[in-house]
């Protein structure tokens, strides 16, 4: 009996070409099915039209491939995207799946690898995905406050229209330029003053000094040693003739408070105050009745009278 027949041969080449054209298939999705690889889930929001069988990149290599995209119904909000990855590739935690869009409307699945390379996820293992915020996702945050301001911009540009045509401002920018002009004048007459003044005054200062270093070595020449003797010298008659003025002055007050002089007798002995006092006030009286009754006292007549 025949092994081959007839029949399976033709079952054989039909097993055979479906395997060829799986393969040729596989290989035109990227798949290769001879290389082995570890399967892992990358949950998106939005997977930006992430085609299947595209690259997946990690630091700009190509380290596997997108095999199929799964569309949660149940939660509308999550796209999970299956990914196999080089079996040799190894993923720390804390990876992440980031999607960028290139300018030519690509998409492409970079891996954003973990810290720490001894601590890895799991085979069969979710791993989370996020949107890359290019240039284009920044201008289209950035547009709607540009059309916010637009308003503002327009006001803007009406008050510098204004500003710009106010009289005033002319007038400003006239004063300024005559201002600088002046100040250039100030500078040129300053650079000539500097040129041609300035040297003549320090030829005189140099000349002052000189005179001034003359007058100081004709003072220390001068017999100086002699002169501060004498001031010296008067400075000690100064002090002499104060310290006899303080004795006399001492001397004086002892007479006026002692009780051992006449001086002092009058100026500190109330009863001879009283009775100097009494005897004026006596001497008074008698002046005002001499000049009251001037006859009690002077008895005068041509004719030679008597005495009463």
């Known amino acids: ?39 892992y889930f990358v949950q998106f929001e939005n997977i930006q039209g992430l085609p299947v069988s595209s690259s997946v990149y990690a630091n ?55 810290p720490n390379p001894t601590d890895l996820v799991s085979k069969g293992d979710t791993i989370i995905g996020q949107v890359h915020q290019g240039a284009l996702a920044q201008a289209e945050k950035i547009v709607p406050d540009l059309i916010a301001m637009a308003p503002k911009l327009d006001s803007i540009m009406t008050n510098l229209n204004q500003l710009t045509g106010d009289p005033a401002l002319r007038q400003t920018l006239a004063n300024a330029a005559a201002l600088t002009s002046n100040l250039k004048s100030s500078s040129d007459k300053l650079n000539a003053m500097m040129n041609n003044d300035l040297p ?73 105050y009283d009775n100097l006092n009494h005897t004026i ?15 009690r006292y002077v008895h005068f007549s041509v004719f030679g009278g008597k005495n009463k």
Do not use: C, W
């Open 60 to 114: 700009g290599f190509p380290v596997g491939i997108v095999r199929d995209i799964v569309y949660d119904y149940d939660r509308t909000d999550k796209v999970v995207v299956i990914v196999d990855l080089d079996k040799a590739m190894q993923v720390p935690k804390g990876t992440r799946a980031e999607l960028e869009t290139s300018l030519m409307g690509g998409v492409t699945m970079s891996l954003l690898l973990g």
């Open 200 to 272: 003549q005054i320090m030829t005189h200062l140099h000349q002052v000094s000189k005179n001034f270093d003359q007058v100081s070595g004709d003072i220390s020449n001068a017999q100086l040693g002699t002169t501060l003797a004498e001031l010296g010298n008067t400075l000690n008659e100064v002090k002499q003739f104060s310290a006899n003025l303080n004795s006399i002055s001492t001397n004086l007050d002892q007479k006026l408070n002692g009780k051992d002089n006449s001086l002092g007798l009058l100026l500190n002995d109330r009863k001879l």
């Open 1 to 39: 009996m025949k092994i081959f027949t007839k029949e399976v041969k033709i079952a054989l080449t039909a097993i055979l070409a479906i395997a060829l054209l799986y393969y040729i298939i596989s290989f035109m999705k990227g798949v290769n099915i001879f290389k082995s690889s570890n399967t």
């Open 281 to 295: 006030e006596s001497a008074d009286t008698l002046v005002t009745d001499l000049k009251l009754h001037p006859k």
